[in-house]
């Protein structure tokens, strides 16, 4: 079983950066591929990012790559996301999720955090 909470979300204006943390609790998050998916009002969640287990693979939504990196730090048992460049169309709570496979599926995720909002401003 895995653990996972958000943090770093917040009110930035458009053009802005934040850095998301996942901090993860358990024993086995090395063996875990990690996505960040966002969920806006009205919106469907959607994939945003995935890193696999080694870190040495990462995928992006095309809406986030080149503004967005992912990252993970497997001794600090903690993923990471970088958001730059940021547009009010990434308001979002954004999600980060743990799973067997580095993947865009959703429901291929096994563990879910709480989310973190993320708020941007023209």
């Known amino acids: 079983q895995v653990q996972l909470v958000e943090s770093g979300g917040g009110l930035v204006q458009a053009g802005g950066s934040l850095r998301l943390s996942c901090a993860t609790s358990g024993r086995t998050f090395s063996s875990y591929a990690m996505g960040w998916f966002r969920q806006a009002p009205g919106k469907e969640r959607e994939f945003v990012a995935a890193?696999?287990?080694?870190?040495?693979?990462?995928y992006y939504a095309d809406s986030v790559k080149d503004r967005f990196t992912v990252s993970r730090d497997n001794a600090k048992n903690t993923v990471y996301l970088q958001m730059n460049s940021l547009t009010p169309e990434d308001t979002a709570v954004y999600y980060c999720?743990?799973?067997?496979?580095?993947?865009?599926?959703?429901?291929?995720?096994?563990?879910w955090g709480q989310g973190t909002q993320v708020t941007v401003s023209s």
């Open positions: 999720a743990a799973g067997k496979y580095t993947t865009v599926v959703r429901r291929a995720y096994e563990y």
């Open positions: 890193i696999s287990v080694s870190g040495t693979m990462t």
